[in-house]
T-cell receptor, first 117, second 115 residues
Framework: KAGVTQTPRYLIKTRGQQVTLSCSPI?????VSWYQQTPGQGLQFLFE???????NKGNFPGRFSGRQFSNSRSEMNVSTLELGDSALYLC????????????????FGAGTRLSVL | DQQVKQNSPSLSVQEGRISILNCDYT??????FLWYKKYPAEGPTFLIS?????DKNEDGRFTVFLNKSAKHLSLHIVPSQPGDSAVYFC??????????????FGKGTLLTVNP
């Protein structure tokens, strides 16, 4: 099976611009989560989509948004970019089960490195 | 409020010896724990996981131990190899609350295995 694919791998933007990142999950996986990794804050949860619905959102401003398509591919968008948005954005897919003790192994893509100048 | 903590930013061991990476958590609702390995410019790679109904899980050279009363888990790598040199992340999730899709990560431990 192909892994999680994120495009583009690198992006350079300037303050005030907006950006869209793309993620194709592992075939058959319907859950897609997004994380931001920075040196200071580590890996932080942005949001998760399942069956085209956002189920939860992390503690990020409304400039960060996302969506999921019927084929489970997902995009995230950051509007009005700030210098502090420079980070590695990671997408992960999983096929979660429910209930206590259920496994939720998330498989990550290589990430998109966003630099805001 | 950091709910998952990896207090050692780095660890250096000799090839062939045991590497022990530690992780503490504060949220008693966490009941599923994972370890990931990350190389620079790559995404985290899943290594091993453990459910709170167990206290030990092994997979080859990797063993994870969970001490629920102490809210502590550890990853043992035996024997350590130079290719194990990477950043290791501990992550936790709540499965019973229906929010098992969200992983909370520690800040990572850089493991260096010296030949």
């Amino acid at each position: 099976k192909a892994g999680v694919t994120q495009t583009p791998r690198y992006l350079i933007k300037t303050r005030g611009q907006q950006v869209t990142l793309s993620c194709s999950p592992i075939s058959g996986h319907r859950s897609v989560s997004w994380y931001q990794q920075t040196p200071g804050q580590g890996l932080q949860f942005l949001f998760e989509y399942f069956s085209e619905t956002q189920r939860n959102k992390g503690n990020f401003p409304g400039r960060f948004s996302g969506r999921q398509f019927s084929n489970s591919r997902s995009e995230m968008n950051v509007s009005t970019l700030e210098l502090g948005d420079s980070a590695l954005y990671l997408c992960a897919s999983s096929s979660p089960s429910l209930g206590q003790g259920a496994k939720n192994i998330q498989y990550f893509g290589a990430g998109t490195r966003l630099s805001v100048l | 409020d950091q709910q998952v903590k990896q207090n050692s930013p780095s660890l250096s061991v000799q090839e062939g010896r045991i590497s022990i990476l530690n992780c503490d958590y504060t949220n008693s609702m966490f009941d599923y724990f994972l370890w990931y390995k990350k190389y620079p410019a790559e995404g985290p790679t899943f290594l091993i996981s453990i459910s709170s109904i167990k206290d030990k899980n092994e997979d080859g050279r990797f063993t994870v131990f969970l001490n629920k009363s102490a809210k502590h888990l550890s990853l043992h790598i035996v024997p350590s190899q130079p290719g194990d040199s990477a950043v290791y992340f501990c992550a936790a999730s709540e499965t019973s609350g229906g929010s098992n899709y969200k992983l909370t990560f520690g800040k990572g431990t850089l493991l260096t295995v010296n030949p």
